[in-house]
């Protein structure tokens, strides 16, 4: 396993991402590859934090709005996300 999943620096444009901790920071993480990530950043924290975490995220999130908690919900068992 890597030691950080490889999104974007303009997702967490307010962090400094030389010190950021991506192992506690997982939530902030997920809930903006969810609102603004594209398939690779999705890719990533799925990779690096697996489908339980992305799912808690969802189910307590108050950042996401119920479309993107559905689409999450059915998006992480798509063919899309695990296709090479």
């Not at 950021?20 to 999705?42: A, M, P, T, Y």
């Amino acid at each position: 396993m890597q030691d950080k999943p490889d999104i974007g620096s303009h997702l967490l444009w307010e962090y400094d991402l030389s010190t950021f901790h991506w192992d506690r920071s997982w939530k902030i993480v997920i809930e903006r590859v969810i609102q603004r990530g594209d398939l690779h950043e999705w890719r990533e924290i799925y990779r690096f934090y697996g489908p339980e975490k992305i799912l808690a995220t969802v189910e307590w999130s108050k950042q996401l709005d119920k479309r993107d908690k559905d689409f999450t919900r059915f998006f992480i068992n798509s063919d899309l996300l695990h296709a090479a």
